[in-house]
């Protein structure tokens, strides 16, 4: 995420190649973010491994709603989901990025965020991707609470 003005956040991410997503993202200017926790990563495998350029994605089970505020696909499995509104592309190469705002964001009601810096990334239980794939420890507190330690 990056910052723009106000409480406005950014959500960046970057498209290589000429994958469908990226097609449709650049068509219709809007699009879904799906965080991905532990339970989901077969479905993560599927998705990554296969293109709609090469037919549906039906291999796999899966439900798909639309978006609460846009007219966006959403995944059902997802506990964390951004719906967002392209604001600005930079493209370098064959890689364009996508600077979105966040016109809504659905969590699921387990998670109990009062607000976007209350997350509970344990509860979350988010796939971090660095090459291979991750998941998050301990909880280790918040800012300033080391300040005087
Ligand atoms: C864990 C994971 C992360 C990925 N991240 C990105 C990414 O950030 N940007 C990107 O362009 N492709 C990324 N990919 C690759 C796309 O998911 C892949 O090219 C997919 O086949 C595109 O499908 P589509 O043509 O239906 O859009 C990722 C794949 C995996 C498995």
């Not at 406005?8 to 994958?19: D, H, Q």
């Not at 007219?71 to 996508?98: I, K, N």
Request: a negative charge.
């Amino acid at each position: 995420m990056t910052h723009e003005q106000g409480d406005g956040y950014l959500l960046v991410i970057s498209m290589s190649g000429t994958k469908r997503t990226k097609k449709n993202v650049f068509r219709s200017g809007i699009f879904s973010a799906n965080l991905v926790s532990t339970d989901m990563l077969p479905l993560m495998d599927y998705f990554g491994l296969h293109s709609a350029e090469d037919g549906r994605k039906d291999g796999i089970p899966y439900e798909v709603v639309r978006g609460a505020v846009l007219d966006v696909p959403v995944l059902d499995a997802s506990r964390w989901v951004y719906e967002c509104e392209v604001a600005d592309t930079v493209t370098t190469g064959d890689s364009t990025t996508f600077f979105c705002r966040i016109r809504n964001i659905q969590m699921e009601e387990r998670l109990e965020c009062k607000d976007i810096f209350d997350v509970d990334l344990t509860r979350l239980d988010p796939v971090v991707y660095s090459g291979k794939h991750h998941n998050i420890g301990k909880c280790l507190g918040s800012i300033g609470d080391f300040e005087n330690v």
